[in-house]
C-alpha cells in the first residue's frame, strides 16, 4: 500500500501539482526502485478474474399480430383472442462464482422474468444455469452451474470492515465488450434511495461501472468480494464515476438461504415503521447528530412492542454501530440474520437506553388463499391475496396493513388495461367491504350494472365506476 501511495505522489510530482520537498512534508516518497515503478494489479486480477462470467439470460414474450391484440375489451366483444408470436428478448450481466461446486451470485434484474440462462467463463466456456433463489427487493439471485465440474471461487470479504478511501477493483462485462478491470476507490458507505428497490444500503465507488456489469465483483486489494456492482447515476446510459454495490455482508446472508434451500428470502420482522431523522427532528428531540431511525408506529404485540420500543424514540445504533438511516436499520437486522438478537442504542428526549430485540421471522396472521378472478368483471386477470405481516413486507407495504391486496395479475389482463396496480389494497366494491379473497372471488363471479370499486394505494383512498 505505501508503495503504492508512493508511486501516486510521484505522478503528482512529475505534473508539477506539489513539490518534492512538499511531498517528504506529507510523508510521501518518490519511487525509489525499479520495482516500485513496474507495480500493477495485474497479479490480483489473474488471481481473481476467472471467477467472474458473463451471466446470459433468454426471455420468450408473447406479441400479438394484431393491432387490437391485448385490449381486453376489443377480445370480450368478438369474444376471441388474437393470434400472437413468440419473440426472444436477450440481456446481458455479470455474475461471480463463490463456491467451487459453480454457485454464483448476481442480480436479480440480470436474470428476472428468463426462460433460459447460460454464463460464459473468462476462458470462453459456456454452462447452462439453474436458479436458485432470486429476490426482487434485495436485487440478489443465486445461480447454480449444472456441472459436476469445480471452478474456481472468489472469497467473500468482510464488507463492514471497508473505508471510504479504500482502493477496490471491478470486474465485469460492460456493454458485451468482454470482461473488463477498472480500478477506483470507496467513495461512500450506506447509501440509499439508490434503486426502486426496498433495499438501501450500497458501497459507493468510482471505479467505472456500466451496462453489463451489474452482478459484478467489486474487490479489495486482498482480492475479496466486497460488493456485488448493481447500479449507477448517470444521465446519458455511461459511468460517471458514481456506481453502487451491495455489501458483501448482505451476499452472504442471501448465499446460506440458497444453500439451505429457502424458496424466499425472509428477514426479521421488527412490527414497526420508520423515518429518517431529519435536522428538526434532532433538534427537537435532543440529538447530537442528524442520524438513526425514528420509530414512528410499533404494531401491537409485535417484536418491537414486545421489546418495549414506542414511537418517537429513535435507534442510533445496532450492536454498537451507528445507524446512519431506516434503510441501514433493516441492513444491520438482515445481515446479523433470523433466530439471533440485537442490542439497539435507543434515544428518547436525550435519554441513552438499550433495547435487547429478539429476531424473528413475519408471522403469516392469516393464510394468503390467493386466487386468481376471472369472469367479466374489472378485476379479470388479478391475482389477489389476504394480506398478513409476512406478505406485506414482501410487498412493500405499511407493516400492519390488512385486507385483500392484488398481488400480480397478467399486463394484458383486464384489470391491468383498467389501471389496477400491484399492492392496491381492495376495500370495497358496491359498497360491500372485502375482508377476504374468498369474499373477493364472489364479487368478481356477480353481474351488476355497475363496479363502483374502493381501493387504498399507497396511503390514498381512490374511488371508480366502472361499466
Request: charged share 20%; glycine share 12%; with cysteine.
Given at each position: 500500500?505505501?508503495?503504492?501511495?508512493?508511486?501516486?505522489?510521484?505522478?503528482?510530482?512529475?505534473?508539477?501539482?506539489?513539490?518534492?520537498?512538499?511531498?517528504?512534508?506529507?510523508?510521501?516518497?518518490?519511487?525509489?526502485?525499479?520495482?516500485?515503478?513496474?507495480?500493477?494489479?495485474?497479479?490480483?486480477v489473474k488471481q481473481t478474474h476467472g471467477s467472474v462470467v458473463n451471466v446470459y439470460a433468454e426471455r420468450k414474450?408473447?406479441?400479438?399480430?394484431?393491432?387490437?391484440?391485448?385490449?381486453?375489451?376489443?377480445?370480450?366483444?368478438?369474444?376471441?383472442?388474437?393470434?400472437?408470436?413468440?419473440?426472444?428478448?436477450?440481456?446481458?450481466?455479470?455474475?461471480?462464482?463463490?463456491?467451487?461446486?459453480?454457485?454464483?451470485?448476481?442480480?436479480?434484474?440480470?436474470?428476472?422474468?428468463?426462460?433460459?440462462?447460460?454464463?460464459?467463463?473468462?476462458?470462453?466456456?459456456?454452462?447452462?444455469?439453474?436458479?436458485?433463489?432470486?429476490?426482487?427487493?434485495?436485487?440478489?439471485?443465486?445461480?447454480?452451474?449444472?456441472?459436476?465440474?469445480?471452478?474456481?471461487?472468489?472469497?467473500?470479504?468482510?464488507?463492514?470492515?471497508?473505508?471510504?478511501?479504500?482502493?477496490?477493483?471491478?470486474?465485469?462485462?460492460p456493454f458485451g465488450v468482454g470482461q473488463t478491470v477498472t480500478s477506483g476507490i470507496v467513495s461512500g458507505l450506506?447509501?440509499?434511495?439508490?434503486?426502486?428497490?426496498?433495499?438501501?444500503?450500497?458501497?459507493?465507488?468510482?471505479?467505472?461501472?456500466?451496462?453489463?456489469?451489474?452482478?459484478?465483483?467489486?474487490?479489495?486489494?486482498?482480492?475479496?468480494?466486497?460488493?456485488?456492482?448493481?447500479?449507477?447515476?448517470?444521465?446519458?446510459?455511461?459511468?460517471?464515476?458514481?456506481?453502487?454495490?451491495?455489501?458483501?455482508?448482505?451476499?452472504?446472508?442471501?448465499?446460506?438461504?440458497?444453500?439451505?434451500?429457502?424458496?424466499?428470502?425472509?428477514?426479521?420482522?421488527?412490527?414497526?415503521?420508520?423515518?429518517?431523522?431529519?435536522?428538526?427532528?434532532?433538534?427537537?428531540?435532543?440529538?447530537?447528530?442528524?442520524?438513526?431511525?425514528?420509530?414512528?408506529?410499533?404494531?401491537?404485540?409485535?417484536?418491537?412492542?414486545?421489546?418495549?420500543?414506542?414511537?418517537?424514540?429513535?435507534?442510533?445504533?445496532?450492536?454498537?454501530?451507528?445507524?446512519?438511516?431506516?434503510?441501514?436499520?433493516?441492513?444491520?437486522?438482515?445481515?446479523?440474520?433470523?433466530?439471533?438478537?440485537?442490542?439497539?442504542?435507543?434515544?428518547?428526549?436525550?435519554?441513552?437506553?438499550?433495547?435487547?430485540?429478539?429476531?424473528?421471522?413475519?408471522?403469516?396472521?392469516?393464510?394468503?388463499?390467493?386466487?386468481?378472478?376471472?369472469?367479466?368483471?374489472?378485476?379479470?386477470?388479478?391475482?389477489?391475496?389476504?394480506?398478513?405481516?409476512?406478505?406485506?413486507?414482501?410487498?412493500?407495504?405499511?407493516?400492519?396493513?390488512?385486507?385483500?391486496?392484488?398481488?400480480?395479475?397478467?399486463?394484458?389482463?383486464?384489470?391491468?388495461?383498467?389501471?389496477?396496480?400491484?399492492?392496491?389494497?381492495?376495500?370495497?366494491?358496491?359498497?360491500?367491504?372485502?375482508?377476504?379473497?374468498?369474499?373477493?372471488?364472489?364479487?368478481?363471479?356477480?353481474?351488476?350494472?355497475?363496479?363502483?370499486?374502493?381501493?387504498?394505494?399507497?396511503?390514498?383512498?381512490?374511488?371508480?365506476?366502472?361499466?
Amino acid at each position: 500500500m505505501q508503495s503504492l501511495l508512493r508511486l501516486v505522489t510521484a505522478s503528482v510530482v512529475a505534473v508539477g501539482l506539489i513539490t518534492p520537498g512538499m511531498a517528504l512534508a506529507q510523508d510521501r516518497t518518490v519511487p525509489d526502485s525499479r520495482q516500485e515503478m513496474q507495480l500493477s494489479f495485474s497479479p490480483l486480477v489473474k488471481q481473481t478474474h476467472g471467477s467472474v462470467v458473463n451471466v446470459y439470460a433468454e426471455r420468450k414474450v408473447q406479441r400479438s399480430a394484431s393491432p387490437f391484440g391485448g385490449d381486453p375489451f376489443f377480445e370480450q366483444f368478438f369474444g376471441q383472442q388474437f393470434p400472437t408470436r413468440t419473440q426472444k428478448q436477450e440481456s446481458l450481466g455479470s455474475g461471480v462464482i463463490v463456491e467451487a461446486n459453480g454457485t454464483i451470485v448476481t442480480n436479480n434484474h440480470v436474470v428476472e422474468g428468463a426462460d433460459d440462462i447460460k454464463v460464459a467463463l473468462s476462458d470462453g466456456r459456456e454452462f447452462p444455469c439453474k436458479v436458485l433463489l432470486k429476490d426482487k427487493s434485495v436485487d440478489l439471485a443465486v445461480l447454480k452451474i449444472e456441472t459436476d465440474e469445480r471452478f474456481q471461487p472468489i472469497k467473500l470479504g468482510n464488507s463492514d470492515s471497508a473505508e471510504v478511501g479504500d482502493l477496490v477493483l471491478a470486474i465485469g462485462n460492460p456493454f458485451g465488450v468482454g470482461q473488463t478491470v477498472t480500478s477506483g476507490i470507496v467513495s461512500g458507505l450506506a447509501r440509499n434511495q439508490i434503486t426502486d428497490g426496498d433495499f438501501g444500503f450500497f458501497i459507493q465507488t468510482d471505479a467505472s461501472i456500466n451496462p453489463g456489469n451489474s452482478g459484478g465483483a467489486l474487490m479489495n486489494m486482498k482480492g475479496e468480494l466486497i460488493g456485488l456492482n448493481t447500479a449507477i447515476f448517470s444521465r446519458g446510459g455511461g459511468s460517471n464515476g458514481v456506481g453502487f454495490a451491495i455489501p458483501a455482508n448482505l451476499v452472504k446472508v442471501f448465499l446460506a438461504a440458497a444453500e439451505n434451500g429457502d424458496k424466499s428470502f425472509e428477514r426479521p420482522y421488527v412490527g414497526a415503521s420508520f423515518d429518517p431523522v431529519t435536522s428538526d427532528v434532532a433538534e427537537a428531540l435532543g440529538l447530537e447528530h442528524v442520524l438513526g431511525a425514528l420509530v414512528v408506529k410499533v404494531v401491537p404485540g409485535g417484536p418491537a412492542d414486545k421489546a418495549g420500543l414506542k414511537s418517537g424514540e429513535v435507534i442510533t445504533a445496532v450492536d454498537g454501530v451507528t445507524v446512519e438511516h431506516p434503510d441501514a436499520l433493516a441492513y444491520r437486522l438482515t445481515t446479523t440474520g433470523i433466530g439471533k438478537s440485537v442490542d439497539l442504542t435507543v434515544m428518547d428526549n436525550g435519554r441513552k437506553t438499550s433495547v435487547e430485540l429478539p429476531l424473528a421471522g413475519a408471522p403469516e396472521t392469516v393464510p394468503a388463499d390467493a386466487r386468481t378472478l376471472s369472469g367479466r368483471s374489472p378485476f379479470a386477470g388479478a391475482k389477489v391475496a389476504n394480506l398478513s405481516p409476512k406478505l406485506a413486507i414482501a410487498m412493500r407495504l405499511p407493516v400492519d396493513s390488512t385486507g385483500v391486496v392484488i398481488e400480480d395479475f397478467d399486463d394484458n389482463s383486464t384489470a391491468a388495461q383498467l389501471g389496477f396496480a400491484k399492492g392496491d389494497i381492495i376495500l370495497s366494491v358496491n359498497g360491500q367491504d372485502v375482508g377476504s379473497t374468498k369474499d373477493m372471488a364472489a364479487i368478481a363471479a356477480s353481474s351488476p350494472r355497475y363496479w363502483r370499486v374502493a381501493v387504498s394505494r399507497g396511503g390514498q383512498v381512490i374511488q371508480q365506476i366502472f361499466r
